[in-house]
């Protein structure tokens, strides 16, 4: 029912940043959480921030926070995660999530998922 595709994932050095991007579609999102998650090698899926489209509310993991900003632009239909003063410990594959329950700031359910992006900060 909702289709997410993400894009902007790449290799930087530590204190670099990397702007990521998902786009949606296949229906209205105005009823939906929007959420970014990661998982690296080895470790378990963690949460890293949220956005309500209505209102545009935001949460964060306290690892990010600071750091990354969570965004989106209504009208094309699209969340960012802007991520600055990257750290080899952010590196990790890059979901983009939608859940119809309500954001938090931490890990709970999500109905829809991006192909995920790679991030690599090296030191």
């Known amino acids: 029912q909702v289709q997410l595709v993400e894009s902007g994932g790449g290799l930087v050095q530590a204190g670099g940043s990397l702007r990521l991007s998902c786009a949606a579609s296949?229906?209205?999102?105005?009823?939906?959480?929007m959420g970014w998650l990661r998982q690296a090698p080895g470790k378990e899926r963690e949460f890293v921030a949220d956005?309500?489209?209505?209102?545009?509310?935001?949460y964060y993991a306290g690892s990010v926070k600071g750091r990354f900003t969570i965004s989106r632009d209504n009208a094309k239909n699209t969340v960012y995660l802007q991520m600055n003063s990257l750290k080899p410990e952010d590196t990790a594959v890059y979901y983009c999530?939608?859940?119809?329950?309500?954001?938090?700031?931490?890990?709970?359910?999500?109905?829809?998922w991006g192909q995920g992006t790679q991030v690599t900060v090296s030191s």
């Open positions: 999530a939608a859940s119809r329950s309500v954001c938090s700031d931490f890990l709970h359910e999500y109905d829809y």
């Open positions: 296949g229906r209205t999102l105005s009823d939906l959480c």
């Open positions: 956005i309500t489209w209505n209102g545009g509310r935001t």
